[in-house]
């Protein structure tokens, strides 16, 4: 599936002394969702608009679909639709029109606007309000008509920038299935940028973590936090029903004779074992020949909340502990992060 | 509410068509889909004709070309006994005579017109950028030139449109009201008049989409245009007047070629305001007894024949002018290219 339509090769964008993005180096391929994940500020829409063309990049280059978005941006705009963080629509015009003016700029024939403008507004569930102004819509309606206008173009890849900001729940899980059953149905990519974690975990195949303009990680979620979690301690919590058999002895013997268990807590009836790699068959062999009835085992999973929070820890302690210029602890936390 | 908006929606949405495809060219088939260009005009145009700010400026144009008219009109009898029959020429003096109660149409139009430039402009760009529609509209296969053009040439189109539909209801009133023939040359004259008020107008419009490309805010581009406007209408000439005084030397001890020349420096130093270009201009045009914008000597005005001059002529003595307004045009107009095109568009 190597089939690569953005590739972003040392990206670099400065304002001044201040580096939004640092380095950059990311490949997206054909038909895959992929989530750009970071803090607010963390050069996330400015690699976006660098990948559009509608800014210039500081150095390196944007290849999309072929084609340098930096020299040639109106092509890429051809092939790439664009939902930026606020949509805003032409107050005074309604909907539909508003949707037909941008079928109009795309090249779309006359005859064929119109039927295409309803059509698509009946695809992202807006045909009863089609004919209203679109300053009356709210700002779930803003986006729904915004992905109206990303898809009436048909590209290859879309680009969505903050695409779930300021929609109520179940608003964002009918948006997010919306895009990927698009994405799964016509293979077309997906970017998209976000800071609600369990929103991208959703619908994205791979996540990119960007913080200060720089990409810590960027993989399948399963792969991040097996990376995370090989770095950290296992936590396996094992509940029986009853505790009076594990004693003081069967403890000792645990923590001696499986090697790599670092700690053993015992609170209730259950008992929480902390160990450097994933020892839970060993554990619960154990457990069995000295005659405890399991009634449950759970293994910790770190999820994206997880991962994200880990990195973000990370750089919050290091940023404390620094007390130093962006830039310097950036370096040592880009160090530990290889480690 | 609605009424008028209704109203002028109908009344130039068949115009609206016609501009469009006059722009698009003759090769433009219908089927094909327009240019990128042609339908931001086209939107563009009918943005401007349903505004409630169009309507307001089109209405204090109208009220003044009315009053102008209509003062005109009842002051032409005394203006007419003191000229030769063959030389008179009606509509021209339609357009220019006044009993001082009221300015003329061509001197009201020097202030209203860059009012109708700034009011059509200024938050051209910036107005998109806030809403949000700019950034969506450029992510859009379109080239950000097409979006500056369409931005200057569609009020543009607007005006003209508007200046003809008064000059000709002028003409059209005023052969009914006299039933004076019209002459070839007032034709020109008109035209050439108004395509000079367009111009005019066209000046303060790029002046104020320039301004609307360099601030963010609306207000705040409205009110450095409105600024500019003010210092060309009324400073500009009192700081003239104090440089003049306290720079040059007292005309009592001075040749008459000497206050000539300073006469003449001092006229040029006025021209740098585009209102006096275009009030020059206009005069120029609009009466043709009118034979120099600076002083005559005597010596110059020996041997003249007191003929008004030809159109030729007239567009001869203004040529400076139309030269003038046209490069402060394009200047602003590639100003704002210049800032527009590489910059950095956010929401």
Not at chain 1, 264 to 275: E, L, Q
Not at chain 2, 8 to 31: P, T, Y
Not at chain 2, 87 to 109: A, E, V
Not at chain 2, 218 to 227: D, E, F, M, V, W
Request: charged share 15%; glycine share 6%; aromatic share 8%.
């Amino acid at each position: 599936m190597e089939n690569p339509v953005i590739e972003l090769t040392g990206l670099t964008k400065l304002y001044g002394s201040l580096k939004a993005v640092d380095n950059l180096n990311l490949t997206i391929n054909k038909g895959e969702i992929y989530g750009l994940l970071g803090p607010n500020g963390a050069g996330k829409t400015t690699t976006i608009l660098m990948t559009l063309g509608l800014t210039e990049p500081s150095a390196g280059k944007v290849n999309v679909c072929g084609i340098n978005a930096t020299s040639n941006p109106v092509a890429v705009k051809r092939r790439v639709g664009y939902m930026p963080d606020n949509v805003g629509f032409y107050d005074g015009m309604n909907a539909l029109d508003n949707l037909v003016y941008i079928a109009r700029l795309n090249g779309i024939p006359e005859s064929a606007v119109r039927p295409r403008a309803i059509e698509m507004m009946e695809a992202v569930g807006l045909e009863r309000s089609m004919y209203k102004k679109a300053g009356t819509y709210s700002r779930g309606m803003k986006q729904r008509l915004g992905l109206a206008e990303v898809l009436i173009k048909q590209p290859d890849i879309i680009i969505l920038d903050e695409p779930t900001n300021g929609i109520d729940p179940s608003g964002v899980k009918e948006f997010l299935a919306l895009i990927r059953q698009l994405s799964r149905q016509q293979n077309i990519t997906v970017l998209l940028s976000s800071h609600h974690l369990n929103q991208v975990q959703q619908v994205c195949d791979r996540v990119g973590i960007f913080v200060e303009g720089r990409l810590l990680a960027s993989d399948h979620i399963s792969r991040l936090s097996d990376q995370l979690s090989s770095k950290e301690s296992h936590i396996v919590t094992i509940t029986v029903a009853d505790v009076s058999p594990f004693t003081d002895h069967h403890q000792q013997e645990i923590e001696q004779q499986i090697a790599g268990v670092k700690a053993v807590a015992v609170s209730g009836n259950t008992i929480t074992i902390t160990c450097t790699r994933n020892l839970t068959p060993e554990l619960v062999r154990s457990f069995v020949k000295n005659g405890l009835d399991i009634l449950g085992v759970q293994q910790k999973e770190y999820g994206l909340e997880e991962i994200y929070q880990r990195y973000f820890e990370n750089n919050l302690t290091e940023n404390e502990s620094n007390g130093k210029s962006g830039s310097l602890f950036q370096r040592s936390f880009f160090k530990k992060i290889k480690n | 509410m609605e009424s008028p908006v209704v109203y002028f929606k109908d009344l130039f949405s068949k115009k609206l068509k016609i501009n469009a495809i006059a722009l698009a060219g003759r090769e433009q088939v219908m089927h094909r889909p327009a240019s990128p260009l042609v339908t931001i005009i086209r939107k563009e145009i009918g943005d401007h004709v349903r505004s409630w700010r169009f309507i307001v400026l089109l209405v204090l144009i109208v009220l003044t070309f009315l009053a102008s008219m209509y003062v005109s009109v009842t002051n032409i009898k005394p203006a007419a006994a003191g000229e030769e029959p063959q030389q008179f020429l009606l509509y021209l003096k339609i357009l220019t005579t006044t009993d001082g109660s009221l300015p003329s149409f061509h001197i009201f139009m020097s202030f209203l017109g860059a009012i109708l430039g700034i009011g059509l402009g200024f938050d051209a760009v910036n107005a998109e950028q806030q809403n949000g529609t700019l950034i969506r509209l450029l992510a859009q296969p379109v080239y950000r030139d097409n979006l500056l053009l369409a931005k200057f040439i569609s009020p543009l189109i607007v005006i003209t449109t508007l200046f003809l539909s008064l000059a000709l209801l002028m003409i059209g009133g005023g052969l009914i009201i006299t039933g004076v023939r019209i002459e070839i040359v007032e034709i020109l004259r008109i035209l050439a008049f108004i395509l000079l008020t367009v111009l005019y107008v066209g000046f303060w419009l790029s002046l104020s989409i320039l301004l609307s490309v360099k601030f963010k805010q609306a207000t705040t581009s409205a009110l450095t245009a409105i600024g500019i406007w003010l210092f060309f209408t009324i400073f500009y000439k009192i700081v003239v007047n104090m440089i003049v005084k306290a720079f040059l030397p007292d005309p009592a001890f001075l040749s008459p070629d000497d206050i000539m020349y300073y006469n003449n420096v001092i006229l040029n130093l006025l021209r740098f305001s585009p209102s006096q270009l275009y009030t020059d201009a206009t005069t120029v045009l609009l009466m043709p007894t009118v034979r120099s914008l600076g002083p005559l000597t005597v010596e110059q005005m020996a041997g003249a024949i007191p003929t008004p001059l030809s159109f030729r002529e007239s567009i001869m003595i203004v040529w400076p002018q139309l030269t003038g307004l046209f490069a402060a045009t394009t200047a602003c107009f590639a100003l704002s290219y210049f800032f527009f095109m590489r910059r950095e568009i956010r929401s």
